[in-house]
């Protein structure tokens, strides 16, 4: 993707995420992610695909922000953010169980997290 003078990565990264579908979105995180990860020039952080995956939450794209949560426990196994988001994804597609398990799994991970503990019992 061609850069203009005034754009910073993450402008680009932004236009670029927002022309594709998750799995383009996915594919160019892993090429970036294999090219520069460990420099400063991109988030590669546990946040980085969480945040996408909540835009594509609030886009009502809930298959697309499982497939970017996915890709984070690629990376972060034992995110219980990421499950908990997952729960969150998995809950608006009407996979209830899947919701509930997710929970747990981000309880086992921290077990102090009152947030999922609170959406477990809703669940439930």
């Known amino acids: 993707m061609p850069s203009r003078p005034s754009d910073s990565k993450g402008d680009r990264r932004r ?15 892993r090429e970036l992610r ?15 695909l969480l945040t996408v995956a909540q835009r594509a939450m609030t886009a009502k794209k809930p ?11 690629e990376y972060y196994p034992k995110s219980a953010r ?9 809950n608006a597609k009407g996979d209830k169980q899947g919701a509930i398990r997710d929970l747990e799994k ?12 609170n959406q477990l019992q809703l669940l439930k």
């Open 106 to 117: 981000a309880l086992e991970l921290d077990p102090k997290n009152a947030q999922a503990r």
């Open 34 to 48: 294999t090219q520069y990860y460990g420099g400063q020039q991109y988030d590669f952080s546990e946040n980085a």
């Open 15 to 29: 236009r670029h995420r927002c022309r594709g579908d998750a799995a383009a979105g996915l594919a160019k995180f």
């Open 82 to 90: 990421t499950y908990q988001a997952m729960a969150q994804a998995r």
């Open 63 to 73: 298959d697309d922000a499982i497939s970017y949560l996915q890709a984070n426990l």
